[in-house]
T-cell receptor
């Protein structure tokens, strides 16, 4: 399968600071990537769709000014949590679809654990 | 409302037992995927089913896609402690590069 990496794997920051999370497709190109948030023992919640060369599409209820997404190249998308607060603490995961005929297989990064103090 | 209803949400069984996880919807999906996730890691793709009525086997795991492509099931035979994890079903509607619609997940614990 295809490989998607995330960096950092975990981060602890003070309230009010900004945190950048990177998502890379290592062995394939991805014009689209997806960002999710996950709470313990729950399913993934889609936050936004990252599009290379254009603006991200945010899900209802997700503040685009707080969660800045930049799809800088065909292999890199970044999520910046601006002015982070304790309620932003969560597990953030990205995914990228691998273009295959007739299917939509998506491969997930290992996730980033964000803790805001 | 959840587009994909996944059940049960929690499952705690003894080693050697069989189990089935269901994902149901009133919507048609072009494909459906099953993932397994362990704590602190991203989901790992187990299988993709595309054709209505399709059955796929992965060792002790059997996946089925409903004839109408609205539902799917995952059956595990003789569960082992190593099967413990969060199982997620996710469907795609339309575009082959479209978003995934996830079920709520099934947290499976298999006791030795």
């Amino acid at each position: 399968g295809a490989v998607v990496s995330q960096h950092p794997s975990w981060v602890i920051c003070k309230s009010g600071t900004s945190v950048k999370i990177e998502c890379r497709s290592l062995d394939f190109q991805a014009t689209t990537m997806f960002w999710y948030r996950q709470f313990p023992k729950q399913s993934l919640m889609l936050m936004a769709t990252s599009n290379e060369g254009s603006k991200a599409t945010y899900e209802q209820g997700v503040e685009k000014d707080k969660f800045l997404i930049n799809h800088a190249s065909l292999t890199l998308s970044t999520l910046t949590v601006t002015s982070a607060h304790p309620e932003d603490s969560s597990f953030y995961i990205c995914s990228a679809p691998l273009r295959k005929t007739g299917t939509n297989e998506q491969f997930f990064g290992p996730g980033t654990r964000l803790t805001v103090l | 409302t959840q587009l994909l209803e996944q059940s049960p949400q929690f499952l705690s069984i003894q080693e050697g037992e069989n189990l089935t996880v269901y994902c149901n919807s009133s919507s048609v999906f072009s494909s459906l995927q099953w993932y397994r996730q362990e704590p602190g890691e991203g989901p790992v793709l187990l299988v993709t089913v595309v054709t209505g009525g399709e059955v796929k086997k992965l060792k002790r795991l059997t996946f089925q896609f409903g004839d109408a492509r609205k539902d799917s099931s995952l059956h595990i035979t003789a569960a082992q402690p190593g099967d413990t994890g969060l199982y997620l079903c996710a469907g795609v509607r339309g575009s082959t590069l479209g978003r995934l619609y996830f079920g709520r997940g099934t947290q499976l614990t298999v006791w030795p």
